[in-house]
DNA sequence: GCGCGTGCTTGATCCATGTCAACGGGGCAG
DNA sequence: CTGCCCCGTTGACATGGATCAAGCACGCGC
């Protein structure tokens, strides 16, 4: 079990900010909603806060109340068993939902650690079911981040399931490129947030093997890497490397 | 590629029953309802049909316009890609919800097949969101729903990431068990619907590592297996296996 | 009742990835 | 500036599961 940090795990410095005036309404819950619509999702979306690189926003098995879009940072969710095992399911980013996986159970069912300073706003779920019987826009809206969450897990189940070393790393990185673009950034040079163990705990390999795997890549001139450091030169390249199945 | 049945991939018979009277109630959508809002959950649920053996309910990439509840029988989900690789993404029972992929896209994302003739209630999408505006139970049901959907899939990519195959085996046979058990049925006892390949894609496996892995929990009296006749016989053999990492 | 096909089992071998180990570089603390 | 620690890289070797191949059992159609 992981300790807490005395005095909570997070820290609560509040940001204000409201979601009519977030350049993430694009990407973010918001989507779609009326000026005036918008207005009533800002009172709802009260408390926003700082979480510093390497704290947890939640805990698996605490109780459940929220869910949270990630205003700025970077995020690693995952799944621990006894015996240590560590299951990374997703690495988020601005404009993403976390805390979908605890409305089932009112209580948290993964670890949402931060991956570097980042900002949330917190939505109280219990609020937002009730402005959502009142917004059709945002009803729909929601029920298709929910859906979109699953089919995004199928496709990680995909990955795992079927692809070899190589191929499952191409798709990680054409995937965050394209994240990363939908966020007017750089579609070919980034940062990666996380380790190369936590890559491949998300991927199903062991660190060493994602270690091979970017040299092989640079050496076959599909990427540069450096470090932490990504720069994509053959977009193309990977993708060709993801059909190659024997 | 599976191919279509002339005239059309669903047979149409319709059948006549209502979620009032559906002894699946407690598991599926209805759960919490009262006697009166599951009248107006009856309306919704107008259309019933049975798809037969082989069949597929819905093909990945047609319009979706409707969620469907299994009444009876046995279905599996898959996700296949152009060079013929496919991901089985799940099995679902009788009062498991298949279709929620596709809110998100509007289209399905994976293809629905029935591995039993079995019988399914449509409930068309667009009514369950006026109707889950008007009852607050059904509205939070349905998060729960989907949300439990998505802790699954974590549990899924936990263990496709970090399991090795006879833990992956342990862990499907007792998660049937489990569910057959919250049906009613033998906890110890039951028919596999689904072929080794299936159960190997399933769980990121080729046929054969599942045949044998069977043959071994056999070996060591876990299990007595005969096709897909299958009886547990030590439940508690079956989970330390679960902890058996090197 | 017989024959065929599909799905299952089992054996032999191979290979991708895991494991173990050594080393190097960068960043942070003092 | 110096030293340490964490992270990443690389090599040598081990192994679990894939692959290839053969044969068997059951269910179905004739």
Redesign the interface.
């Known amino acids: 079990m992981p300790q807490r940090s005395p005095g909570g795990p997070i820290s609560l410095s509040v940001i204000k900010t409201a979601c009519s005036g977030c350049n993430l309404r694009e990407l973010c819950l918001p989507l779609g909603l009326s000026a005036e619509e918008l207005e009533r999702l800002d009172d709802l979306v009260s408390v926003r806060r700082r979480v510093k690189r390497g704290e947890h926003l939640y805990r698996s098995g605490t109780p459940f109340d929220s869910i949270f879009a990630i205003r700025s940072g970077f995020f690693k969710t995952d799944?621990l068993?006894?015996?240590g095992?560590?299951?990374v399911?997703g690495f988020q980013m601005a404009g993403e939902l976390l805390g979908?996986?605890?409305?089932?159970?009112e209580h948290h069912?993964?670890n949402a650690v931060a991956l570097e300073d980042s900002e949330i706003c917190a939505i109280p779920f219990a609020r937002l079911?009730v402005l959502?019987?009142?917004i059709?826009t945002l009803?729909?809206h929601f029920?298709?981040?929910?859906?979109?969450?699953?089919?995004r897990?199928?496709?990680?189940?995909?990955l795992?399931?079927?692809m070899r070393a190589e191929e499952r790393l191409a798709a990680f990185l054409l995937n965050l490129s394209q994240r990363f673009t939908a966020r007017g950034f750089s579609h070919a040079e980034f940062y990666l947030r996380m380790t190369r163990e936590e890559i491949g705990?998300?991927?199903?390999l062991k660190l060493e093997t994602v270690s091979r795997a970017f040299s092989r890549f640079q050496e076959e001139g599909y990427i540069a890497v450096q470090q932490k450091h990504i720069r994509i030169l053959d977009v193309a390249g990977l993708k060709a490397l993801m059909?190659h199945?024997r």
Chains 1, 2 share one sequence.
């Open positions: 799944v068993i006894e015996d095992r560590e299951q399911t979908l996986d605890g409305i089932s159970s069912t993964c079911e959502s019987r009142e059709h009803q729909h029920h298709k981040v929910m859906s979109r969450e699953i089919v897990d199928h496709g990680v189940m995909m795992l399931g079927t705990s998300y991927l199903g059909n199945h």
